[in-house]
């Protein structure tokens, strides 16, 4: 939910996951003669990257969000009347599996060819494991006759619907918590999940000589080897001979 793409262009992630695509039709109405297309607009492949790479987790087995596990423990922590009157837990796992089962079957459209045929979800995956976040090599004929470009706008959509799935367990994880339904550490709404670009750590630094032993003990450095940096007449800044504001 904090991810750029989701708080800057939900609008456009919401046209992908819902697989629209824009018609544009020209008629020349005294030939006959038209031209068809479409278009579709894309958002920037760096950033979507990183959205797949923090989706990617909900659909392996082997972490502890992945889907299936996370329905199974609503299921299991939520009481019966909740699960009857509140939420229908079977009807978004159908929504999920239709999201993340199968690589034959198209989510949306194929791309088909004199080698063969591809679905938006098999393109996706060679998106992902060749352009992405790997470099495996692309095997099939079919697969190495198309472009990055049709990878990436297969992998769009795919993922797209992929983030839409995890963004309404989300919702539905926190509406059951403020309702009472569902107890979870609060924790869980408050730690930080984006690092910190700009650091400032105050304490005291000491310079040495080039190959000095580093000390164990900081409370009992040997002056003759670790000195204050703004004692160090090296370090003072050359301009004027003083301290003062000075940029090591």
Not at 116 to 142: C, F, P, R, Y
């Amino acid at each position: 939910m904090t991810h750029s793409l989701v708080r800057d262009h939900s609008k456009l992630l919401n046209e992908l996951a819902s697989g629209t695509i824009q018609v544009h039709v020209q008629v020349n109405k005294t030939t006959g003669e038209a031209t068809h297309r479409f278009t579709m607009e894309l958002p920037p492949e760096e950033a979507f990257e990183s959205f797949a790479a923090r989706l990617r987790p909900f659909t392996m087995r082997r972490e502890p969000v992945y889907w299936e596990l996370v329905l199974d423990a609503i299921e299991e922590l939520v009481n019966e009347e909740t699960l009857a009157e509140v939420i229908d837990i079977e009807d978004l796992r159908a929504h999920w599996k239709t999201v993340v089962e199968g690589k034959k079957m198209a989510q949306t459209f194929y791309v088909v060819t004199e080698k063969g045929q591809l679905s938006d979800v098999e393109l996706a995956d060679l998106w992902l494991n060749s352009d992405a976040l790997h470099t495996q090599l692309i095997q099939s004929e079919v697969g190495k006759e198309l472009s990055l470009d049709q990878r990436y706008r297969a992998a769009s959509g795919v993922y797209a619907r992929l983030g839409a799935c995890v963004n309404a367990t989300y919702n539905l994880v926190k509406h059951l918590v403020e309702e009472g339904l569902l107890e979870l550490d609060s924790e869980v709404f408050t730690v930080p999940v984006l690092a910190k670009t700009s650091v400032e750590i105050k304490g005291q630094i000491y310079s040495a000589e080039l190959g000095a032993e580093m000390p164990t003990d900081l409370s009992n450095l040997d002056p003759k080897v670790w000195r204050p940096i703004h004692e160090d007449i090296e370090l003072i800044d050359p301009e004027d001979g003083s301290p003062g504001d000075s940029k090591v």
